[in-house]
């Protein structure tokens, strides 16, 4: 099998859960690109599992695809030929596997099952309680709607309250884990690299370790078909809460230019400072955006607001305003001369208000810090993300070619300047 970086804590959860000598209902869920569905498939490889992940579809899709899956681990041909026609058919199916011995039963994406039909909820509840003292049901449902699962899976007034056996909410890397995907670099390039992709696997993932950084941003962020280049819509696209995707995107854009009061966002996005602390609230409670007071006034009424995931940070405060300039695809990056898409960062200094002196002044977040020991708190990332001083990056470790922003340029060309800003990034 092969190895997972970095989530021991979380499998040794899930193997205790494994080894328990009664049934049990675990939850996993987190963001999106957290990690989620590779974990779950990890554990399960060793094990006798059904594992189902569900998209966006029609009911009918779900049951055809499940029973698919049903077939395939029970052997049983007919579920394929004939695939089931409701809920509580599939339900009845699989608990006819128990028969075969200890099995888990993963059911990922769930949210998108729950919302096809209200009565899933009732028969996963039917479930535990028929076979909760039966050490053959190993029953896992996992998701990336926040929302859905902290209101209608975890929370106090969700149906199955106090049935969960387990729950692991997956948090994304802290700072000092990262440490063996950058081994050999810099500090300066790893804090670099912090401060554009966070501790997020799946951004983590696509960084090219044969390329400088900026290729890396021009690559994965800023062309038209960079992988990341949609991700803060994707994300808040994924939560069943958001309602009004503009509004909360025009409040993060707010916070990442440095408009961190109530009275500033709620100008920014053209509602009054009630309806904007509401947007900032669902956004508190995805974990993205968190309050933080001044460390005199800790606790009091002047409440300053940042985003909490370094990569939003850093996609709303320097690609958003950017992405009409880079909207046609540039030419090869080692040719390109249009600084119009290479935004300027000497202002993210003062990312967390635009004021003087902001770094210091800060505490730790009301939000608590997941980070883990030795992670660099939320309070203290966004001023650390450009720390005065710092240099501009020649290359990655292993790349002796200098950045595409030095290359010498085409015959009759003008060198590029590059803006002054990235000179300090």
């Known amino acids: 099998m092969a190895s997972l970086f970095n989530r021991r804590d979380e499998?040794?959860?899930?193997d205790e859960r494994w080894a328990?000598?009664?049934?049990?209902?675990m939850i996993?869920?987190?963001?999106?690109?957290?990690?989620?569905?590779?974990?779950?498939?990890?554990?399960?490889?060793?094990?006798?599992?059904?594992?189902?992940?569900a998209t966006a579809g029609s009911e009918r899709d779900h049951l055809d695809d499940i029973s698919r899956e049903i077939a395939r681990v029970s052997g049983r041909r007919i579920y394929e030929e004939q695939p089931l026609t409701s809920w509580r058919a599939v339900f009845a199916a699989l608990e006819e596997l128990l028969d075969e011995g200890p099995i888990l039963i993963a059911l990922d994406e769930f949210q998108f099952?729950?919302?096809?039909?209200?009565?899933?909820?009732?028969?996963?509840?039917?479930?535990?309680?028929?076979?909760?003292?039966?050490?053959?049901?190993?029953?896992?449902?996992?998701?990336?709607?926040?929302?859905?699962?902290?209101?209608?899976?975890?929370g106090y007034a969700a149906t199955s309250y106090g049935r969960r056996t387990g729950s692991l909410r997956l948090e994304p890397f802290s700072w000092s884990s990262i440490e063996p995907l950058v081994a050999g670099w810099s500090t300066e390039d790893r804090i670099r690299v912090w401060a554009i992709y966070g501790g997020m696997p799946y951004y983590l993932d696509e960084i090219d370790r044969e390329a400088d950084l900026g290729e890396n941003i021009w690559r994965t962020v800023l062309i038209p078909d960079g992988l990341l280049r949609h991700e803060p819509e994707f994300l808040l696209a994924q939560e069943s809460r958001i309602r009004e995707r503009d509004t909360y995107m025009s409040a993060l854009r707010a916070i990442a230019a440095g408009h961190t009061r109530l009275g500033e966002i709620a100008a920014r996005i053209q509602r009054g400072p009630t309806?904007?602390?509401?947007?900032l609230e669902t956004l508190e409670d995805m974990r993205l955006v968190c309050r933080r007071y001044p460390v005199t006034k800790r606790g009091g009424t002047k409440v300053f607001y940042a985003i909490t995931d370094p990569f939003l940070r850093f996609w709303f405060r320097f690609v958003a305003p950017t992405r009409a300039a880079c909207r046609v695809a540039p030419p090869p990056v080692a040719t390109c001369r249009r600084p119009s898409c290479r935004p300027s960062m000497s202002s993210s200094r003062a990312t967390p208000s635009r004021r003087s002196a902001t770094a210091g002044r800060w505490s730790t977040s009301r939000v608590r810090s997941r980070s883990g020991a030795g992670g660099v708190p939320n309070a203290f990332a966004q001023p650390m993300a450009c720390a005065p001083g710092a240099t501009r990056p020649t290359s990655w470790p292993s790349t002796p070619r200098a950045p595409f922003w030095r290359s010498a340029p085409a015959s009759g060309a003008s060198a590029l300047t590059m803006p002054p800003s990235l000179t300090s990034f």
């Not at 499998?11 to 899930?14: G, R, S």
């Not at 328990?20 to 209902?25: C, D, H, T, Y």
């Not at 309806?275 to 947007?279: G, I, L, N, V």
């Open 11 to 14: 499998l040794d959860a899930l």
């Open 20 to 25: 328990s000598k009664r049934g049990e209902f």
């Open 28 to 53: 996993v869920f987190g963001r999106r690109r957290v990690g989620k569905s590779r974990l779950i498939t990890h554990w399960a490889e060793s094990r006798r599992h059904l594992y189902y992940e």
């Open 113 to 154: 099952l729950a919302r096809s039909n209200a009565e899933i909820g009732s028969l996963v509840n039917d479930l535990i309680e028929h076979h909760k003292n039966d050490a053959r049901l190993r029953l896992l449902i996992a998701g990336s709607d926040v929302s859905f699962f902290e209101q209608q899976v975890v």
């Open 275 to 279: 309806e904007a602390r509401f947007f």
